[in-house]
């Protein structure tokens, strides 16, 4: 009863349920090799599937009794196949009821099926009757698509055609305002004044000739020929009316004006365009334009250079230099002689200060130096501006233009420049001249302009020609002069005015040369002021010749010679030449002072000068003092001291004299200090040798009245009231 009750509990589990349940638990069955291991007593998994109170005693109690079964497999066996076919008949006979139940679910179902299809079908023809009706409004608007399918097309038709229209009037326009010019541009091009506007309406017709010419100069339009015909006759108006336009105001420069550079860099470069036009269209009348301009400046500038040249001459200081005979003068208005720099120096480091101004200039306050550097500087500046002023009106390539401007100009300057140069003899002016000239070379250099190079060069070398010339003439004259003059007129010439002059000119030249660097100015050599000082010392050395009195000859070439050498001290000269003539003639001078006045004293020098001389060892060494002292009488020695004694209490009486003799040889301080500081030194050194010599031979005991002497050395400070 217990099995069948758990039977009909099996039963009860739906189909699937169990066949779930049945394929789980024999998945946990590890690899069942016979239908024994299922069996619940020996198989846990079953055994849950069929456990409950009671089949679990039955198990737990029948454990011994299953033990004795299991040794008959077959029973077993058997016994497991009934339980398994009466499981499947229940679950077929389950099966089974489920599907009836199925069938009568369906057969329920098909009635109200067959009820819904007998509504679909009512439906149906409905639906037939509104697709009728569809299809019939369907064609209607296929017709209507295909009448807008029409329409479209001839819309996009008309569209491109008016497209096509507007571009065709764009286009018309375009080339209507291509070619055509409108009318109040033509009046005011024809009619109006010309003016500052006038390059903008000139510009219009420029552009609109250009266009026709570019693109529309290689088509046959037929509108085409007429308006090329009136551009043409407009671009000869236009043309005419700039040439005239252009010649009026270029002869309106001859007008004097303020400032003439400030109308070409304002006025006329504005009107640049005009010649411009002219230049592209026209150039036979460019051309004459251009030359038309050229010969007004020229005439414009040679006016105002010469002007400004020939009043700024009125103030010219009056010319002092005009005959050769200038080297041998020397006036009580000019004590000092002629050919002083006199601050020209500054007239060359000054040279690019602004011009002069006439007005307001006293008579002869102006040199000519300052006259050349005013022409120069106001010359380089226009220059330069019509340089500038040519390149950005004319064009790059018109440096004949201005060649051609300035010719007359140079022309007149290298005129005045040669006048000058012919007519004076100051080759102190003439160097400044020179240096002005290549100062505004290096100039007009610096900014590129090198088209007045040439003409200014060949200025530059005749003037510095012209000093080496006319100094070499001054020099020549000197010569000549000094020649056949007697001894007597030579003796006045104390000193002669040509040493003086010829003094000032060598200093004057030797600064003047050395403001070439300064000045950036290429240097010349200057072998003039070599040929200068040689003539000098020549000149000085045969005239003292004619002289018989030898201290007159001394005294000659003294003064020439210190008069050229007193403005030349702390210069690179070389001076050699004159320096040791001087030299010799000044000892020459003073020896007679000492011989003189220091008569005694200068007797026994020598004596002791020539005693040491033939008791000197051939070898050099030195004599011992004791033998000097047995070779030497006392007698000797004290009229040693005597002789020092009388020099150290008259020396200052002696000297006043000599002092006022030499001043009256001598009319230059300069000279007077030259001379004095030679009799200075010729007293110093007698006076040196007899008193070292008196300190050697006398006795140790009398060495205290030594100390009464003055030591040599000290005899300037000793004479320093009696220097002047």
């Known amino acids: 009863m217990k099995g069948d009750s758990n039977t009909s509990r099996l039963l009860e589990v739906e189909p699937n349920s169990f066949a779930e349940d049945l394929s789980w638990f024999l998945s946990g069955v590890e690899d069942p090799c016979s239908l024994a291991e299922l069996d619940p007593c020996t198989n846990s998994k079953t055994c849950q599937f069929f456990a409950n109170d009671e089949t679990a005693k039955a198990y737990k109690g029948?454990?011994?009794?299953?033990?004795?079964?299991?040794?008959?497999?077959?029973?077993?066996?058997?016994?497991?196949?009934?339980?398994?076919?009466?499981?499947?008949k229940r679950v077929s006979d389950a099966r089974q009821k489920w599907q009836n139940d199925m069938m009568d679910d369906l057969i329920d179902h098909e009635e109200e099926i067959c009820e819904f299809a007998t509504d679909l079908n009512y439906c149906d023809s409905t639906l037939r009757l509104v697709e009728e009706a569809l299809l019939k409004h369907y064609k209607k608007l296929e017709t209507a698509s295909t009448s807008i399918t029409n329409l479209y097309s001839e819309s996009e038709e008309l569209s491109l055609s008016l497209e096509n229209r507007k571009m065709f009037l764009q286009e018309l326009k375009?080339?209507?305002?291509?070619?055509?010019?409108?009318?109040?541009?033509?009046?005011?091009?024809?009619?109006?004044?010309?003016?500052?506007?006038?390059?903008?309406?000139?510009?219009?017709?420029?552009?609109?000739?250009?266009k026709i010419k570019s693109e529309y100069d290689k088509l046959d339009y037929p509108a085409l020929n007429p308006c090329k015909i009136q551009l043409k006759k407009l671009e000869l108006v236009i043309v005419r009316r700039i040439y005239?336009?252009?010649?009026?105001?270029?002869?309106?420069?001859?007008t004097p004006k303020a400032n003439l550079q400030m109308i070409q860099n304002t006025y006329f470069l504005r009107m640049q365009p005009l010649y411009a036009f002219i230049l592209e269209t026209h150039s036979v009348y460019a051309g004459e334009i251009k030359n038309h301009y050229s010969k007004t400046m020229r005439k414009?500038?040679?006016?105002?250079f010469s002007n400004y040249y020939q009043s700024l001459d009125k103030f010219r200081m009056k010319n002092r230099y005009k005959e050769l005979g200038v080297i041998m003068r020397r006036s009580s208005s000019?004590?000092?002689?002629?050919?002083?720099?006199?601050g020209r120096d500054k007239v060359c480091t000054s040279f690019q200060d602004d011009p002069m101004v006439p007005?307001?200039?006293?008579?002869?306050?102006?040199?000519?130096?300052?006259?050349?550097?005013?022409?120069?500087k106001l010359l380089v500046d226009t220059a330069s501006s019509e340089y500038i002023f040519i390149k950005r009106f004319f064009g790059k390539d018109n440096d004949a233009v201005f060649k051609y401007i300035f010719e007359e100009t140079l022309g007149y300057l290298r005129t005045r420049i040669d006048s000058i140069r012919t007519t004076t003899y100051d080759v102190v002016m003439l160097t400044v001249v020179t240096l002005l000239i290549g100062a505004n070379m290096q100039v007009l250099h610096g900014r590129e302009i090198a088209l007045l190079k040439e003409a200014l060069g060949a200025m530059h070398m005749d003037v510095y020609q012209s000093v080496l010339s006319q100094t070499k003439a001054l020099l020549e004259h000197v010569k000549q002069h000094t020649k056949h003059v007697a001894s007597s007129t030579i003796e006045t010439w104390l000193p002669g005015a040509y040493a003086t002059n010829m003094g000032n000119m060598v200093s004057s030249l030797y600064v003047l040369k050395g403001l070439q660097s300064t000045l950036g100015i290429q240097p010349s050599g200057f072998e003039i002021l070599d040929d200068i000082i040689m003539s000098l010392n020549t000149n000085v050395n045969l005239q003292c010749k004619k002289i018989n009195h030898p201290i007159k000859g001394d005294i000659f070439i003294i003064a020439n010679c210190s008069a050229f050498l007193s403005s030349l001290e702390g210069t690179s000269l070389k001076l050699d030449v004159v320096k040791n003539t001087l030299t010799q003639h000044v000892k020459s001078y003073v020896n007679g002072y000492l011989h003189t006045h220091f008569d005694e004293m200068i007797d026994q020098v020598t004596g002791i000068k020539v005693s040491v001389d033939h008791n000197q060892p051939v070898?050099?060494?030195?004599?011992?003092?004791?033998?000097?002292?047995?070779?030497?009488?006392?007698?000797?020695?004290?009229?040693?001291?005597?002789?020092c004694e009388d020099f150290n209490n008259k020396l200052p009486e002696k000297f006043r004299v000599i002092k006022a003799k030499v001043k009256v040889h001598f009319t230059q301080e300069y000279t007077v200090t030259l001379v004095l500081n030679g009799v200075i030194e010729a007293i110093e050194d007698a006076y040196n040798t007899l008193y070292c010599h008196l300190s050697k031979m006398i006795k140790p005991n009398d060495q205290v009245w030594m100390k009464n002497f003055a030591v040599p050395g000290t005899l300037l400070q000793l004479l320093m009231p009696a220097v002047p």
Not at 187 to 205: D, G, H, M, S, W
Not at 300 to 304: G, I
Not at 336 to 342: A, H, M, N, P, V
Not at 359 to 376: H, M, N, W
């Open 62 to 88: 029948g454990t011994d009794s299953l033990k004795m079964i299991n040794a008959d497999e077959q029973i077993l066996d058997k016994k497991l196949l009934l339980l398994v076919d009466s499981i499947v």
């Open 174 to 210: 375009k080339f209507l305002d291509d070619i055509t010019i409108p009318p109040k541009v033509i009046e005011a091009i024809c009619k109006e004044p010309i003016r500052f506007n006038y390059v903008q309406l000139l510009e219009t017709y420029r552009m609109k000739a250009e």
């Open 244 to 254: 005239d336009f252009m010649t009026t105001e270029i002869a309106k420069l001859t």
């Open 300 to 304: 414009v500038y040679h006016h105002l």
């Open 334 to 342: 000019r004590p000092q002689g002629y050919f002083f720099l006199e």
């Open 359 to 376: 007005a307001g200039l006293q008579p002869e306050s102006v040199r000519t130096e300052d006259i050349i550097k005013s022409f120069l």
């Open 619 to 643: 070898s050099g060494a030195k004599n011992d003092s004791s033998k000097q002292m047995s070779a030497v009488s006392p007698d000797t020695v004290a009229m040693w001291r005597k002789l």
